[in-house]
């Protein structure tokens, strides 16, 4: 009997969406939502303890906390009269604090002023569009600051359009930024179609012609930089501060105006894959649904909409869940489109890791969190090197949900590693 090498598919030749330095297209404005919702990412706690109260009132940009002791705070992206502040529970089990606005006026809040300090990044901008975090860089030795204009996933344009339109923007926010962190040098990371744009930001261009899922900050690291992240790590471990392009010119007008921009930019995905995706100006914390409704998008029963791409997005449950600072995108999918997921076994055929950039042994992976044996999982198949591009789920032949897996041991790692 001739038996016939398997010749597996290997990594997928998945490539961004194109972008120019003309932007991708006309943008779409959505209008001020009447409740805007906002998470904070530390549990709720004591009623009695509420440091903001339901009827009290908020202004755009204004940072709001409802511990006294929380580190975390959400940016309103509206002026209006607090309506509820209830406890939260993520998609991955995460405990949060939800804060809904319902909005009146157009009145600003506060903003960092014009002297750009980590002191004033810390209170005023953390979490802005785009999704800055500075608190690993106020406890780090920065020297490099990425912004990324790469897409987090697929079909998005949103980060290009930003790129394209808000040269001028990036080029002030990166100069605050060396400021703020001490860092000396700054680069951008673009696609090809973007290299002519990025000239104008203010930091070295570094043009990435590669598929998905290349353009994840710390494939970027490795491939244009020859740095590794340490498993479990971040890129503030070696000494770089990563900054979404949207954040970078966010801090750009914060600085330059005294503001802080709470709008955000979101590409649309429509179920009809021949259509071009939108892209859409949207305040933080807008309802999916507004989002949808001025897209002239419908979402029918068992259809899936997802906050994100299709690699690396999450699903929601309801159209009232909000666009929140690190949403480029929304997904819409027909339910006789969606990918299959089984509860099958796994067949050992290695696709899964044939694709991973991380080269981990998925299979064996998969084995120890689908028995949630996740301490192990990082032990022995080094789970905390995983990237979250998504690839595995993308090529597993018994269709596994291997993602989603991932996603929920790395959040239960974290979790047991909090409380011990
Ligand atoms: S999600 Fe993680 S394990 Fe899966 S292919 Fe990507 S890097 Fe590898
Ligand atoms: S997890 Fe999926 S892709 Fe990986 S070896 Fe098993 S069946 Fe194949």
């Known amino acids: 009997m001739i038996r016939r090498a398997f010749i597996g598919q290997g990594r997928p030749k998945l490539p961004y969406s194109p972008v120019a330095d003309k932007g991708a297209g006309s943008v779409l404005q959505v209008p001020q939502p009447a409740k805007a919702t906002f998470f904070v990412d530390q549990p709720y706690k004591d009623r009695a303890e509420l440091v903001i109260k339901e009827g009290g009132e908020v202004k755009r940009g204004e940072p709001i906390a409802p511990f006294a002791d929380f580190k975390s705070y959400a940016l309103s992206s509206v002026s209006g009269v607090i309506s509820s502040i209830e406890p939260y529970t993520g998609a991955r089990g995460q405990k949060m604090t939800a804060i809904t606005v319902e909005a009146k006026g157009d009145a600003w809040g506060q903003g960092p002023g014009s002297t750009p ?82 000239e104008g930001c203010g930091c070295e261009v570094k043009v990435l012609n590669a598929p998905y899922p290349a353009g994840i900050d710390r494939l970027v690291l490795h491939s244009l930089f020859s740095v590794t992240v340490p498993a479990g790590g971040f890129p503030e471990d070696v000494g770089f501060l990563v900054v979404p392009a949207e954040s970078a010119a966010v801090v750009g007008e914060a600085f330059a105006t005294g503001r802080v921009p709470d709008e955000k930019m979101v590409t649309l995905i429509g179920k009809d894959a021949s259509a071009k995706p939108l892209n859409f100006r949207v305040r933080i914390g807008t309802p999916v649904a507004d989002v949808l409704k001025i897209g002239n998008v419908t979402v029918n029963n068992s259809d899936r909409v ?115």
Not at 131 to 145: C, D, E, P, Q, Y
Not at 322 to 351: K, Y
Not at 353 to 363: D, E, H, L, S, T
């Open 306 to 420: 997802v906050l994100g791409g299709p690699m690396r997005g999450k699903a929601v449950y309801s159209l009232k869940m909000p666009v929140e600072p690190d949403t480029d995108a929304i997904l819409v999918q027909g339910a006789d489109d969606l990918p299959e997921i089984a509860d099958n076994s796994c067949i050992n055929c290695g696709e899964c890791v044939r694709a991973c950039p991380a080269r981990i042994q998925v299979n064996m992976l998969a084995r120890f969190l689908e028995n949630a044996q996740y301490e192990e999982a990082a032990a022995r198949y080094d789970l905390l090197s995983c990237v979250e591009c998504g690839l595995c789920s993308f090529v597993c032949t018994a269709k596994i949900p291997i993602f989603q897996y991932i996603t929920l041991g790395k959040h239960e790692l974290a979790r047991l590693g909090a409380e011990a």
């Open 117 to 198: 300090t980590l002191e004033a990044g810390l209170k005023y901008l953390e979490n802005c569009a785009g999704g800055l975090s500075l608190v690993r860089a106020a406890n780090s030795k920065i020297n490099t600051l990425l912004v990324m204009g790469v897409e987090r996933d697929l079909l998005a344009t949103a980060v290009g359009q930003v790129v394209s339109e808000k040269a001028p923007s990036i080029k002030k926010g990166v100069e605050a930024l060396k400021k703020m962190t001490g860092a000396q040098k700054a680069f951008i990371v673009v696609p090809p179609g973007l290299a002519k744009s990025a």
